[in-house]
Protein backbone atom coordinates (compact mmCIF):
# COMPACT_ATOMS: atom_id res chain seq x y z
CA UNK A 1 0.00 0.00 0.00
CA UNK A 2 0.94 3.20 -0.85
CA UNK A 3 -0.25 5.52 1.35
CA UNK A 4 -0.62 9.19 -0.38
CA UNK A 5 -2.03 7.31 -3.82
CA UNK A 6 -5.55 8.23 -4.17
CA UNK A 7 -6.07 7.12 -7.85
CA UNK A 8 -4.46 4.25 -9.54
CA UNK A 9 -6.53 3.89 -13.02
CA UNK A 10 -5.61 1.66 -15.52
CA UNK A 11 -7.81 1.85 -19.05
CA UNK A 12 -9.23 0.47 -21.21
CA UNK A 13 -8.44 -3.13 -19.37
CA UNK A 14 -8.50 -5.32 -21.54
CA UNK A 15 -6.78 -3.55 -23.86
CA UNK A 16 -4.79 -4.50 -27.56
CA UNK A 17 -1.54 -3.78 -25.34
CA UNK A 18 -2.26 -0.20 -25.79
CA UNK A 19 -3.30 1.47 -22.33
CA UNK A 20 -2.98 4.30 -20.11
CA UNK A 21 -2.24 4.25 -16.75
CA UNK A 22 -2.65 7.66 -14.14
CA UNK A 23 -1.37 7.85 -10.71
CA UNK A 24 -2.51 10.87 -8.41
CA UNK A 25 -0.95 10.84 -4.90
CA UNK A 26 -1.87 13.78 -2.53
CA UNK A 27 1.75 14.42 -2.33
CA UNK A 28 5.02 14.56 -4.36
CA UNK A 29 6.49 10.90 -4.46
CA UNK A 30 9.71 8.99 -6.11
CA UNK A 31 7.70 6.01 -7.72
CA UNK A 32 9.10 3.25 -9.48
CA UNK A 33 6.28 1.81 -12.19
CA UNK A 34 6.86 -1.81 -13.77
CA UNK A 35 5.16 -3.79 -16.09
CA UNK A 36 5.41 -8.06 -15.52
CA UNK A 37 4.57 -11.01 -17.21
CA UNK A 38 2.01 -13.18 -15.03
CA UNK A 39 5.60 -15.15 -15.15
CA UNK A 40 7.56 -12.85 -13.80
CA UNK A 41 9.25 -11.50 -16.28
CA UNK A 42 9.52 -7.41 -16.69
CA UNK A 43 8.50 -5.97 -19.69
CA UNK A 44 9.02 -2.03 -18.47
CA UNK A 45 10.38 -0.01 -15.87
CA UNK A 46 10.18 3.51 -15.39
CA UNK A 47 10.87 6.13 -12.49
CA UNK A 48 8.98 8.38 -11.83
CA UNK A 49 8.51 11.93 -9.41
CA UNK A 50 5.20 13.45 -8.96
CA UNK A 51 1.98 13.89 -7.13
CA UNK A 52 0.37 13.37 -11.02
CA UNK A 53 1.30 10.90 -13.63
CA UNK A 54 -0.16 10.42 -16.94
CA UNK A 55 1.58 7.60 -18.78
CA UNK A 56 0.50 6.41 -22.04
CA UNK A 57 1.52 2.78 -22.74
CA UNK A 58 2.39 0.42 -25.71
CA UNK A 59 2.77 -2.86 -25.44
CA UNK A 60 1.21 -3.54 -28.53
CA UNK A 61 4.03 -6.43 -29.39
CA UNK A 62 3.39 -8.52 -26.00
CA UNK A 63 1.28 -11.68 -26.46
CA UNK A 64 -1.97 -11.90 -25.26
CA UNK A 65 -2.29 -13.14 -21.91
CA UNK A 66 -2.12 -11.28 -18.22
CA UNK A 67 -0.04 -8.76 -16.86
CA UNK A 68 0.88 -7.03 -13.89
CA UNK A 69 1.54 -3.33 -13.38
CA UNK A 70 3.76 -2.71 -9.75
CA UNK A 71 3.73 0.72 -8.65
CA UNK A 72 6.64 1.17 -5.88
CA UNK A 73 7.29 4.08 -3.45
CA UNK A 74 10.59 5.06 -2.53
CA UNK A 75 9.42 4.24 1.17
CA UNK A 76 8.63 0.42 0.00
CA UNK A 77 4.84 1.01 -0.35
CA UNK A 78 3.89 -0.99 -3.20
CA UNK A 79 0.47 -1.58 -5.03
CA UNK A 80 0.26 -3.72 -7.92
CA UNK A 81 -2.82 -4.18 -10.86
CA UNK A 82 -3.32 -7.22 -13.29
CA UNK A 83 -4.41 -6.02 -16.64
CA UNK A 84 -5.05 -8.47 -19.81
CA UNK A 85 -4.09 -7.89 -23.45
CA UNK A 86 -6.17 -9.34 -26.54
CA UNK A 87 -5.54 -10.31 -29.48
Do not use: C, H, W
Not at 31 to 42: A, K
Amino acid sequence: EIESLTLFELYPNPSNGIFTVNLEFNAVEDVEFTIYTILGQQLMNVSMRGSSLFLPVDLSYAAAGSYVVSVKSDDGGEVVKRFIITD
